[in-house]
Structure formats: structure tokens, C-alpha cells
Nanobody, 118 residues
Framework: QVHLVESGGGLVQPGGSLRLSCAAT????????MAWYRQAPGKERELVAS???????NYADSVKGRFTISSGTRVNTVDLQMNNLKSEDTAVYYC????????????WGQGTQVTVSS
């Protein structure tokens, strides 16, 4: 079974920065897509950013210019650099990955809390 483990969440003041990391471990043959989603209180889960094989990235309009998704330095990782954080960015952030491990499966991490507050 593949597991996604997020790290880097925490409390930060408005205008600050955080870097989230997601590491995929387990039986992995190929990763087709990795993404970050978030879910704020009272809101539906939304796509924040994604990256697919080949390096193509996509971002939610609300984070364009502030967040950057990238493949991590370590194998099978993805990072989300979050700059100029706003209170509206407060949410639980979830790593998501489409992974081929004999079959194609969609996996989710347990989530990491990001709180932006003064």
C-alpha cells in the first residue's frame, strides 16, 4: 500500500511563508500526477496546485503568483512553496497522487493544518 505523508504545516502570520512537502512511500512504479488540495472550514475541498509527468503545473486562481508546486529533491516527493500567505489560505492541506503500483490508484495523505493568523 502506498502512503502519502505531508509535512511542513503550522501557524504563520499573514505575509509569511511555509513550505509543504509530501513524500510517497510504498510500492511505487510510476507517479503520473501529484497535487495539493485544501479544505477550509465550511468549504469544499479544492485543488490548489498540481504537477504531472513532464512538469506541467496548474494553480488555483487564488494562489497564482504566491504558491509554487515542484518535484521535491528526494525521489517521489512534491513540495508546495507558499508565500505571502493570507488568512484565507487557512485550511487543511492534502497531498494527492495518481500512482501506478501494478494498477493506477489515487491516494490521499492525512492532511496537514496550515493556519494563517496574526
Amino acid at each position: 500500500q502506498v502512503h502519502l505523508v505531508e509535512s511542513g504545516g503550522g501557524l504563520v502570520q499573514p505575509g509569511g511563508s511555509l513550505r509543504l512537502s509530501c513524500a510517497a512511500t510504498g510500492r511505487i512504479i510510476r507517479i503520473g500526477k501529484m497535487a495539493w488540495y485544501r479544505q477550509a472550514p465550511g468549504k469544499e475541498r479544492e485543488l490548489v496546485a498540481s504537477v504531472i509527468s513532464g512538469g506541467t503545473t496548474n494553480y488555483a486562481d487564488s494562489v497564482k503568483g504566491r504558491f509554487t508546486i515542484s518535484s521535491g529533491t528526494r525521489v517521489n516527493t512534491v513540495d508546495l512553496q507558499m508565500n505571502n500567505l493570507k488568512s484565507e489560505d487557512t485550511a487543511v492541506y492534502y497531498c494527492n497522487a495518481l500512482i501506478f503500483d501494478g494498477g493506477n490508484y489515487n491516494y490521499w495523505g492525512q492532511g496537514t493544518q496550515v493556519t494563517v493568523s496574526s
